[in-house]
């Protein structure tokens, strides 16, 4: 009898410490905000939609969006930087990194708009930036993508991206300077390599007319307005299958 009842308070206590260590994770931050221009906020896990501001945390599992006329910087704990243009949502599916850790992980995902994301020190090919109708993996790479829910532009300025094409199942490598929509047409070149929103294609170095970087103090939504920019289908293939 005492083996079953330290049998069940082992199991009991396994499952106490895996809940807590999940709570955790959840709650470590994985990066912070840099820059904010007009409305942004997140959706920590198991918490309320909230104003993001300059310093704030952003952690596992968060959504991120930012509304008209809005844009945000957050820096990852690896020094990857990730600038959302207007009217953009992303999630932070996975961020895990530890230095020398090939194991280290980032996986972002776009359903909607437009954003840029730098790599830091994460290990090539161990950062994923998914939207409904590709998966992108980066290596080593400045990219800049817009999705708009049926189609993906692909602009790679430095490194190169291995992508997958979730509708038709084809593969392949995208090199720098290359620009590609990924969509239920397939994988084609493109010469439009902007999303069409000035913070993604220009930074924040830009001025940003009468509001600074900082987050207005308000939670007040303001009205989403139609992606700026939809990328079209057209355009040959390009790029080598990576096998």
Request: aromatic share 4%; proline share 5%.
């Amino acid at each position: 009898m005492r083996s079953i009842h330290t049998a069940i308070a082992t199991i009991l206590f396994g499952a106490t410490t895996i809940a807590v260590t999940y709570g955790a994770a959840l709650t470590t931050p994985v990066g912070d905000v840099e820059q904010v221009t007009q409305d942004a906020y997140g959706t920590p896990p198991d918490a309320a939609r909230a104003a993001k501001r300059r310093g704030d945390d952003v952690v596992y599992q968060e959504a991120l969006e930012t509304l008209r006329r809005s844009a945000m910087q957050v820096k990852f704990n690896d020094g990857s930087k990730l600038t959302l243009g207007a009217n953009s949502k992303v999630l932070v599916d996975a961020f895990v990194y530890e230095p020398g850790n090939d194991q280290s992980k980032a996986l972002i995902s776009l359903p909607t708009g437009a954003l840029r994301y730098v790599t830091g020190k994460m290990p090539k090919g161990q950062t994923t930036i998914d939207t409904p109708t590709a998966t992108m993996v980066l290596r080593g790479t400045n990219v800049k993508v817009l999705s708009d829910g049926t189609n993906t532009l692909l602009a790679v300025d430095e490194g190169s991206v291995t992508v997958h094409n979730k509708l038709t199942g084809e593969d392949t490598l995208v090199e720098e300077g290359h620009n590609v929509q990924i969509s239920q047409a397939g994988i084609n070149s493109t010469d439009e390599d902007d999303t069409g929103d000035p913070f993604v294609d220009g930074g924040f170095n830009q001025k940003s007319g009468s509001n600074s970087s900082e987050q207005r103090r308000t939670n007040e939504p303001n009205k989403q307005e139609p992606t700026r920019s939809k990328p079209s289908g057209g355009g040959g293939s390009v790029g080598n299958n990576p096998g």
